[in-house]
């Protein structure tokens, strides 16, 4: 239905909650979609629309645990008053000290939102939205190995078997959680999906970088799926994949480099990160001269003084990037140098 059609219904039964629950996840206005989740609420008890309004609070940036908005405290208010009392604010606080304390990323408040989304399926374990916040909120926080996510995650993907995103958050979360053959296969089925099926790309893409074209969504899954394949040594099909992307994305040109790496062809496979170096910004580029200095090493005799090169000038543009002085120091390990081996531990 429409937006159109949606005020016509609530025009006809106000009282009616889905409606306001349809029209606000069809509007593009944020503070309409907000206003039509709460007064959903308002109106009866609903997981639904509590959901619906977490997610697009996170799409729109909008969502500030340290100064929660208004409308946030009213919507989490009216839910109290169906039933969850105080404990989930309790326990989302200890989920996210656990997540936090254990986690590499700094992302507090998706800490906070896997405390609230699982109290959200404890209450309706069908709720789909909820699924897709908790499996959202669990990978941002690099959160591993987690039964609970997994479970919801698996039967979030079978209620939706046609669904790419279902297939492709549950993928990354194995991923993640070094599940990699399980992940593979709800990737593959995420990749089939997206180059078999005309249907655009399900909306809610925000944990992948909210690809918005077709084809930038079937770029996306191929990446995903051959990064996969690239951990499961299998690099042929990964840089058969990686063939079929874009060449001028640096993503391409990494990927398409370490699967020749690995098979041994390093002349193709330093072009490929060659191409990479011209493509990298600053957070990038030391890694990628580091893969330089790797490449050339493998190549012996001929690429020793190169590896040297790339290394010394990684250590020299990007003198706070540890690993530069880590590789060197093993270079010199293996050159035997022990100048090297100095400047690098030094």
């Not at 016509?8 to 944020?30: E, H, N, R």
């Not at 604010?89 to 990323?105: C, D, K, M, P, T």
């Not at 089925?189 to 909306?203: H, I, K, V, W």
Request: aromatic residues 10%; contains cysteine; proline residues 3%.
């Amino acid at each position: 239905m429409s937006s159109d059609q949606f005020e016509q219904a609530i025009k006809i039964k106000p009282q009616q909650s889905m409606f306001w629950i349809g029209l606000g996840i069809v509007t593009i206005d944020p503070n309409e979609a907000q206003h039509c989740f709460i007064q959903a609420m308002r109106i009866e008890k609903s997981g639904e629309a509590f959901s619906n309004l977490m997610i697009r609070w996170i799409v729109d940036g909008a969502l500030d645990f340290d100064e929660l908005p208004a409308p946030f405290i009213e919507a989490l208010s009216l839910y109290n008053e169906g039933g969850w009392g105080d404990v989930p604010l309790g326990q989302a606080a200890q989920v996210a000290g656990f997540i936090q304390e254990y986690s590499n990323r700094d992302r507090p408040h998706s800490g906070k939102l896997y405390g609230i989304y699982t109290n959200a399926l404890e209450l309706d374990p069908q709720l789909d939205e909820a699924a897709l916040g908790l499996g959202t909120a669990a990978y941002q926080c690099n959160l591993t190995n987690d039964a609970f996510t997994i479970y919801h995650l698996q039967k979030l993907s079978e209620r939706n078997a046609t669904s790419s995103l279902s297939h492709t958050l549950l993928g990354l979360f194995l991923e993640n959680s070094m599940m990699l053959k399980m992940s593979e296969r709800q990737l593959q089925c995420a990749y089939r999906l997206l180059e078999e099926n005309e249907t655009p790309f399900d909306s809610q893409v925000f944990y992948m970088g909210s690809p918005s074209t077709r084809d930038e969504q079937r770029e996306k899954a191929r990446q995903n799926l051959a990064r996969v394949l690239l951990k499961l040594n299998k690099a042929t099909e990964a840089l058969q994949l990686y063939k079929s992307c874009d060449q001028n994305n640096i993503v391409t040109n990494i990927g398409s480099g370490l699967s020749l790496f690995l098979k041994g062809d390093f002349e193709p496979a330093k072009k490929y990160y060659e191409k990479a170096l011209t493509l990298a910004d600053d957070k990038t580029k030391p890694h990628v001269l580091v893969w330089l200095s790797k490449i050339a090493y493998a190549q012996r005799i001929s690429g020793v003084n190169s590896s040297l090169e790339y290394i010394n000038q990684c250590c020299q543009e990007f003198p706070d990037f540890s690993g530069g002085w880590e590789a060197l120091a093993i270079l010199g390990l293996l050159l035997k140098d022990e100048s090297i081996v100095d400047k690098g531990l030094n």
